[in-house]
């Protein structure tokens, strides 16, 4: 089991990796990500004229593994935010597409975060390398349409102003 970093007699000497020292918190925490589990946040925005809001949906943190993403709260947060994230001026559009391009990739992973915090960044960095990784299910093909809908719904608003008002 890995352990958290402690300070070396030689500055430049590489850290020393203790068992000792290892948090319960911290060993539960690197045997979920070598086993495959991913942490994960499902962003969105809603907007009204002058009120722009950043959420996440559902529960909060979702344990992702293989065959386990929160679809379900992906697909309502693309929907959301595509409908609902332009509207608010001027921090609708601007919060929208990174939100968007986050739902494209399954949301926002914490997991290097919070391996970060627990053992350290370069021991996080090694057990990211060599852990597995879980495979983005079927249904993610689904986000992503609604996401490339929803980014382009800007510009045929913008299109259809041009021809019929303007």
């Known amino acids: 089991m890995d352990a958290l970093r ?3 007699t030689d500055p430049y000497a590489p850290p020393q990796i203790h068992e000792e020292r290892v948090t ?3 060993a539960r925490l690197v045997a979920a990500v ?3 589990q ?7 925005v809603y907007s009204l004229v002058f009120m722009t809001s950043r959420k996440n949906m559902g529960e909060g943190v979702y344990t ?5 993403w929160p679809t379900g709260e992906m697909v309502r947060a693309a929907l959301v935010t595509g409908l609902f994230g332009w509207w608010g001026i001027p921090w609708g559009f601007i919060w929208s597409v990174p939100t968007l391009i986050r739902l494209w ?10 391996l970060k915090e627990a053992v350290g960044k370069d021991e996080a960095k090694r057990i990211l390398a060599t852990a597995a990784k879980p495979k983005k299910p079927q249904v993610i093909w689904a986000v992503r ?10 510009a ?5 102003y041009l021809k019929f008002v303007v």
Not at 38 to 44: A, D, E, G, L, T
Not at 64 to 68: A, C, D, L, Q, S
Not at 105 to 114: E, F, Q
Not at 156 to 160: N, Q, R, S
């Open 38 to 44: 991913r942490f994960y946040v499902v962003p969105y």
């Open 64 to 68: 992702v593994t293989e065959g386990n």
């Open 145 to 154: 349409a609604i996401v490339l809908a929803a980014l382009c719904f800007p």
């Open 24 to 26: 319960p918190q911290a």
């Open 105 to 114: 990739g399954g949301g926002r992973d914490l997991t290097p975060a919070m």
């Open 156 to 160: 045929a608003l913008v299109g259809l």
């Open 6 to 8: 402690t300070a070396p």
């Open 34 to 36: 070598r086993e495959g």
